[in-house]
């Protein structure tokens, strides 16, 4: 699984007054293409307006093959491209070279790019992944972004930063034996799994509602109610309609509606299952144990 810096990060939108050595990361990649990287940014908005103190960088790579969204083939992946992280710090320097060359200089074409990794890639490791951008890659501002996030990758820190893997539990496609699998690679690398049952929506939903009054089976089935949604897409729909008038898609609704509801979320969030092994069969989500730690519980 090739990574990509996200084009629009949320570190770079605005500059973080804080001391390096004092400022947390936090490393985020999603198994959807693009609703939950909708909220998280979101999110970082609005610690961003805080008054929390020191502001942890918030870093998203996006997946380059999402053709490949299975659970476990994220984390798998996530977890080859970490362990190659001391190749990524002997090769930084020269990263942050040709970054800054070709950010700099707009006249260099991506033939002058492809001559200058070649010339990097005879000098490391036959596992680095300068080879794989080489081979998957057509142009110089997608190339960059891949430097980017291989350079980022190389400032993990372990003692202080964490890297979250953010997945639905979704039984269809995703078995128990993957599951387990899953948490094994997630424990042995140090990653965080943000996970939900039965998927994202269903964390989204608790910002405007208990779900009390919806069947454990009802949530769990998350049945198709129509050719374009399931049950737990069409609550949302319905209950953003209620709100303001407006919509639910998987690749665009009004994120600010739900952080603005945080505290809500927190609160219901109580009422389901909210450690790893408990949701591989049980109702609940893991992802308020990163909004806590990113102290979104303090801002009101």
């Avoid at 997946?63 to 798998?76: A, D, F, H, P, T």
């Avoid at 998350?222 to 209950?239: A, G, M, T």
Wanted: hydrophobic share 35%; aromatic share 10%; proline share 2%.
């Amino acid at each position: 699984m090739l990574l990509r810096l996200s084009n629009i990060n949320p570190a770079e939108v605005r500059h973080v007054d804080s001391k390096k050595d004092e400022q947390h990361k936090f490393f985020f990649v999603f198994e959807g293409e693009k609703t939950e990287k909708i909220y998280f940014e979101e999110v970082y908005k609005k610690i961003q307006m805080s008054d929390i103190g020191v502001i942890p960088e918030i870093i998203f790579f996006d997946r380059i093959l999402k053709n490949r969204s299975n659970q476990l083939y994220v984390v798998e992946n996530m977890s080859l491209y970490f362990n190659e992280r001391q190749i990524v710090k002997d090769e930084k320097k020269i990263l942050e070279k040709i970054v800054n060359d070709y950010t700099e200089d707009d006249k260099k074409t991506y033939e002058d790019l492809i001559v200058d990794l070649k010339k990097c890639a005879e000098k490391w490791d036959s596992r680095s992944k300068i080879s794989d951008i080489l081979q998957n890659s057509s142009k110089v501002e997608e190339v960059l972004l891949q430097l980017k996030a291989l350079k980022k990758l190389g400032e993990y820190n372990e003692e202080i930063d964490e890297i979250w893997v953010i997945i639905d539990r979704d039984k269809e496609s995703f078995t128990i034996n993957q599951f387990d699998k899953a948490v094994t690679i997630c424990c042995e690398n140090g990653f965080e799994l943000g996970v939900t049952n039965p998927n994202f929506e269903f964390y989204l939903l608790l910002h405007l509602d208990s779900c009390q009054l919806f069947t454990k089976t009802e949530i769990s089935e998350n049945r198709r109610v129509s050719s374009k949604r399931r049950y737990l897409e069409d609550l949302l729909n319905s209950k953003l309609h209620e709100i303001d008038g407006s919509t639910y898609k998987k690749n665009r609704y009004k994120a600010a509606i739900f952080v603005d509801k945080i505290p809500c979320m927190l609160a219901n969030a109580e009422l389901y299952n909210s450690e790893v092994n408990a949701i591989k069969n049980g109702i609940g989500s893991t992802i308020p144990k990163v909004i806590k730690k990113l102290k979104l519980d303090e801002i009101w």
